[in-house]
């Protein structure tokens, strides 16, 4: 099964900003549809049962306490200028908790075997760029430093990804409270 290890977007009055700046940013890309909305902290690929019961052996292990995060700024991946991915970011100081956090549990997974991931980077993905589009900087200039709200990070979950024709469903298998 194909797994990663999330912080959700719960806010709905940041979900419905994330949908209005989707709608009013007119751009040739696919939206990420806001209830998939997330921080990926480790993507972790195909696994096996057993390698899933490993990772939710040390995911229930890991204690992180509550906090909080600022959505804010938009930018893209590799940029904006020829973007691949449309994405928000964080203010510096939840950004850093967030990246703690990401690390953390990259670390102890790399105790089962799993490979360090690539260094993270938070940020929530709302647009795809399935074809070359663009220089979209001018079109992003409006919204760079647009604030979306606040988030409490009080949980990170384990989700299984399946990839269809429609894009990826995702689902629960694992969820971690804050402590």
Not at 10 to 39: C, G, M, W, Y
Not at 130 to 158: A, C, H, P, Q, Y
């Amino acid at each position: 099964m194909r797994v990663f290890i999330a912080v959700e977007i719960s806010n709905k009055e940041i979900l419905e900003k994330i949908q209005t700046f989707q709608k009013n940013v007119k751009i040739d890309a696919k939206p990420t549809r806001v209830n998939q909305i997330h921080f990926t902290l480790q993507f972790l690929g195909e696994i096996d049962d057993a390698e899933c019961q490993q990772v939710k052996d040390l995911l229930n292990e890991i204690s992180f306490p509550k906090f909080e995060v600022l959505l804010k700024n938009v930018g893209g991946f590799p940029n904006l200028r020829t973007p691949r991915v449309i994405w928000i970011g964080l203010e510096k100081d939840g950004a850093e908790k967030l990246t703690d956090l990401a690390n953390e549990i990259g670390k102890k997974l790399t105790t089962i075997g799993f490979e360090k991931d690539k260094k993270f980077k938070p940020h929530l993905t709302v647009f795809r760029v399935k074809k070359r589009i663009e220089n979209v900087s001018s079109i992003m200039r409006d919204f760079e430093t647009m604030e979306f709200g606040t988030e409490t990070i009080s949980k990170i979950k384990l989700k299984k990804s399946v990839l269809s024709p429609k894009g990826p469903e995702y689902s629960d298998l694992l969820e971690v409270n804050a402590r």
